[in-house]
Every structure is written in structure tokens, then in C-alpha cells.
């Protein structure tokens, strides 16, 4: 089983759980798994589409699945994903 | 939200020193029916281009925050930013990026004072609400 790391603000749709154990081989799957076990995270982590939002990043270890293979990123047992918020804004 | 008074000097005091550009870090403390906000860690601005206009925090700086929160036993609560020469009202690409449960704290701020700090949280229907500051 991998482990996801879920960041403090999606946590209220975890039972306050931190993380996630999934049995997923690429980073869709866990994805896909975790949005299925808690319904609630699926508007913040998938577009209409059901691809990961572009405003959430997605580490395998300590890489960016955008440097990998974006969502087809395998995920091996006992491989830490980490879904981290990319924080931006600004006036315009 | 309760803002410990040297926690908002520390957000205030960032914006004014890194005007005109945008400042951004986090803080942290303890949730509740009245969320009270009792740590800052000011963060680079690591938006590439008009850092005036724009902010960004890099994942490598959230992750710290992370682990800042694990380590000091309060939770990440939210992300502060300024809004240099414009008012503290978050702008289309606040909310686009925004996360639910967050608080987002927006600072106005002209080249020698501070015009206003509020408060937003995402509702259900991804709309910020406006937060009461004590």
C-alpha cells in the first residue's frame, strides 16, 4: 500500500485523517480512490473531467508528478504521495 | 477570528515592508468556532514577473508549513497575502486557487500605511464569505 498525504485543508472531508493508504499503481488510481472513500474531496481535487485540478500539485516522494508522468505517475508500495495545494493569487 | 496582536503586526508589518510588491507567508494557531491565529511564517513570494500584482508559494515552502504546524502543535490555518495600492477584497484568482477550510487573510496596504485586513473562507459553493476579525 502506498501512503497519500492529505493536506490540512481537505482534512475535514477525512475525518480529520491525515493520510490515506491506497492500493492504487499510478497516481490517478489513488486519486481516483481517495475521491470515491471521501466524496466530498472531489470538486477540490478533479476538474468535470475527472483530471486532477490544475491548481493541485501532486508529489510521488519527492518529485512533482508534472516532471514524471503527470497522472499516470506509477505508484509503488510504500511510495509517499503527497497532494499539495498550489497557493497563488493576487490583485490580477 | 481572534489575531494575536503580534501576529498581526508580524503580517502587517511584511506587507509594508515589501510594498509595492505582493507579501504572502501563512499562520497558524488554534481552530474553533472563533479561529485564533497565533503564528506567522513569512514566506518568498515566488511569483516570476510583476511580484506587484501577483503571488505565489512555492511547495517546497507549504510543505514547511506543514511541518511547522506537526512540530509547534497548532494548525496551518490559512495564507496571508497584500493587496498593494488596492483594497483587501479578493480578487478572481484568490478564489480560483483557494482551498476550502482555509482562512485567507488579505492585507491593503499603501507605500506607508495599512488600509484594511480581512478575512475570507471558501463556502460550499467554492464563493468566499467574509470573516469577522476581532
Known amino acids: ?92 | 477570528m481572534k489575531i494575536s496582536n503580534n501576529a498581526y503586526q508580524l503580517m502587517t508589518s511584511d506587507a509594508l515592508e515589501r510594498f509595492p510588491n505582493e507579501c504572502c507567508g501563512f499562520f497558524f494557531g488554534e481552530d474553533g468556532d472563533n479561529r485564533t491565529v497565533t503564528h506567522v511564517m513569512k514566506v518568498n513570494n515566488s511569483k516570476e514577473g510583476d511580484q506587484r500584482r501577483r503571488f505565489a508559494i512555492s511547495p517546497v515552502d507549504y510543505m514547511k508549513a506543514e511541518a511547522f504546524a506537526d512540530e509547534q502543535h497548532v494548525q496551518l490555518l490559512g495564507i496571508y497575502h497584500s493587496h498593494p495600492l488596492h483594497p483587501a477584497w479578493p480578487s478572481v484568482h484568490d478564489r480560483e486557487q483557494a482551498m476550502p477550510w482555509f482562512s485567507y487573510i488579505i492585507i491593503g496596504v499603501q507605500p506607508d500605511q495599512i488600509t484594511r485586513v480581512n478575512s475570507f473562507q471558501l463556502n460550499d459553493d467554492r464563493l468566499f464569505t467574509l470573516e469577522t476579525i476581532e
Do not use: C, W
Request: proline share 4%; aromatic share 4%.
Open chain 1, 1 to 92: 500500500m502506498s501512503k497519500l498525504i492529505i493536506p490540512t485543508p481537505l482534512r475535514k472531508f477525512t475525518n480529520n485523517e491525515g493520510s490515506f493508504n491506497s492500493s492504487g499503481s499510478t497516481v490517478r488510481e489513488v486519486i481516483h480512490e481517495l475521491v470515491s472513500t471521501h466524496d466530498g474531496l472531489k470538486k477540490h481535487l478533479l476538474d468535470d473531467n475527472g483530471n486532477i485540478r490544475s491548481f493541485v500539485r501532486v508529489y510521488v516522494g519527492e518529485d512533482d508528478i508534472k516532471s514524471l508522468n503527470n497522472d499516470l505517475t506509477p505508484v509503488a508500495q510504500n511510495d509517499i504521495v503527497s497532494i499539495i495545494p498550489a497557493i497563488a493569487g493576487g490583485i490580477a
